[in-house]
């Protein structure tokens, strides 16, 4: 681990002798309210969210973290040193139940650029330190080390990917969803078995869905990743139940609108959002652009809130010719005009586009057969023909899609016409392993070889546990594949499975 990993873990160790207030002593009796940590996100050149949620009981039946009914003051101080000598900014806020004791401050007035660290206070207790740091000024191509991650089922395993992404001190973090799942225990059993066991019951109430939220926050790496570097968040399905779409619910448990407003608000209070995602019935917006000066716009899409249900009762499917109907979308109306005009309005180096399932055709069947994932684009083949058609028309000069959801790894080119290998390079695609779910993972040539063979604009797949790493300049962007070889105990080290150059204007991958 590295000097801030370590700090943000500790949290108490080195925090200097400047007091927040005249409250109480750290040492102050009760529980420690900061047991879910700290974390930050949505970067701007001139400040950055700030989050926590107190619970002195993570895991209380109530979903108030033991917490109580009453309202609480937190004060919070952002520094430009780890030991808050050089403080900037500083403030208050008051949380109780009805925000699940969440607090969210968009903490401004900062330079760009800048590196900042943050902790929180609250009855007499300090929370673990965060780092954390604004995005570059308009205009700025300063370089860009981010990490991407998804995917990340408790039971399955554990979170050492979290760890060793925060062990890398990026810039950002992006994840791209599932970052909790809804099932009750046992019910979705991972390749070395349960590995611990989630809260009781399948999700229902909003008490359900904020204790999983804190049973997934109690995990130290997950914490470590989150006070490293600030984050970039959008969900995909299992953050309210497997395979949702829309309106339409992924199972045949009655009550979905219900459990739709419960996860929505409960995902918000968790993450570290700003108030204009804040939900609204069972309506959230996640979709969303945030700028890295001019070296980089990262467009944040949502892919499950406004898409048609999956064609053909869903899965993989030979001869589903519903998917191709030019009235399905994946994205709606108006995030894919939202899409277009950011694509052409973005000036940017590099676009990415940070969004959840696979975007490349990606055929599973040898030989003329076509087998197919009605879940993924492949699923919504006209909405993927309209992105691809504006992604050309903006003249966007380095798109990237970023993608999770698929538990294996890919680094694939993305072509106007997937039956035409010398059609046209749209951009690239890259996808990350799941940080947990699924278990310890694999590599299985046989069946890589098959899919590479069968999809040649696929240069790469591996089933292994991981992380996506990219280092981003106004020349390249490099791409490294993190892979773990197991999860089902701690500690596991990571190595790069396979790294991958994208150079300016070039759309194509080059190992």
């Known amino acids: 681990m590295t000097r801030r990993t370590v700090l943000s873990s500790a949290g108490l160790a080195a925090l200097g002798a400047v007091p927040l207030t005249s409250a109480p002593s750290v040492h102050a009796a009760g529980r420690d309210p900061f047991r879910l ?32 009914r009453g309202s609480v003051r ?48 609250a009855r007499g207790h300090l ?44 810039d950002l973090v992006i994840h791209l969803g599932d970052y909790m799942y809804e099932y009750a225990p046992g019910d979705y059993v991972g390749a070395n078995g349960i590995v611990r066991e989630h809260t009781p019951g399948k999700l229902q109430s909003l008490a359900d869905y904020r204790r999983r939220h804190a049973q997934y926050k109690s995990d130290p790496d997950l914490r470590a990743a989150h006070a490293a570097a600030p984050w970039a968040v959008v969900w995909d399905d299992h953050e309210l139940e497997d395979n949702w779409a829309g309106k339409t619910p992924g199972s045949k448990v009655p009550g979905f609108s219900a459990r739709k407003r419960n996860a929505m608000r409960a995902y918000y209070e968790n993450m570290p959002l700003r108030r204009s995602s804040l939900p609204s019935g069972t309506k959230i917006r996640l979709y969303r652009r945030l700028r890295w000066g001019s070296l980089a716009t990262i467009h944040l899409l949502d892919t499950r809130q406004y898409r048609s249900d999956q064609a053909c009762d869903d899965w993989l499917r030979t001869d589903c010719t519903a998917r191709a109907a030019t009235g399905r979308t994946l994205t709606g109306a108006a995030q894919m005009r939202w899409l277009s005009d950011g694509l052409r309005g973005s000036g940017a180096r590099w676009d990415l586009l940070a ?22 684009w492949d699923g919504y083949t006209a909405d993927r023909d309209r992105l691809f058609a504006a992604i050309q028309a903006s003249g966007a000069r380095n798109p990237v899609a970023l993608t999770g959801d698929v538990h294996t790894a890919y680094a694939a080119d993305l072509l106007r016409d997937f039956d035409d290998p010398s059609s046209a390079r749209i951009g690239v695609e890259l996808v ?18 098959a899919i590479l063979a069968e999809n040649p604009h696929i240069a790469f797949t591996d089933q292994r546990r991981g992380f996506l790493l990219a280092r981003t300049s106004p020349d390249a962007l490099v791409a490294e594949f993190h892979s773990l070889p197991y999860i089902s105990r701690k500690g596991a080290a990571a190595k790069v499975a396979a790294r991958y150059t994208v150079h300016d204007g070039a759309r194509t991958l080059s190992g």
């Open 355 to 376: 969004q959840q399932i696979f975007l490349a055709q990606r055929d599973f069947a040898l030989g003329p057969a076509r087998e197919l994932s009605m879940d993924a």
């Open 37 to 68: 940590g700290v974390a930050s996100g949505e970067p701007a050149p001139d400040g950055v969210v700030l989050w926590t949620r107190l619970a002195e009981r993570p895991l209380a039946e109530d979903g108030f973290g033991g917490m109580g």
């Open 432 to 449: 990350g392993s799941s940080i947990a779910s699924d278990g310890d993972g694999y590599d299985d040539k046989a069946a890589n070889a």
């Open 127 to 170: 929370s673990p330190v965060g780092r954390t740091r604004t995005a570059p000024a308009p205009g700025s191509m300063s370089p860009l080390v981010f990490a991407s991650a998804s995917c990340a089922h408790y039971e399955h395993g554990y979170f050492t990917a979290y760890r060793r992404i925060a062990g890398h001190d990026p």
């Open 74 to 121: 937190v004060e919070w101080q952002i520094a430009e040193d780890e030991r808050f000598r050089r403080i900037v900014r500083r403030g208050s806020v008051t949380t109780g139940p009805s925000a699940g004791f969440a607090v969210h401050v968009e903490a401004a007035g900062l330079r760009p650029g800048g590196e900042y660290f943050y902790r929180f206070r």
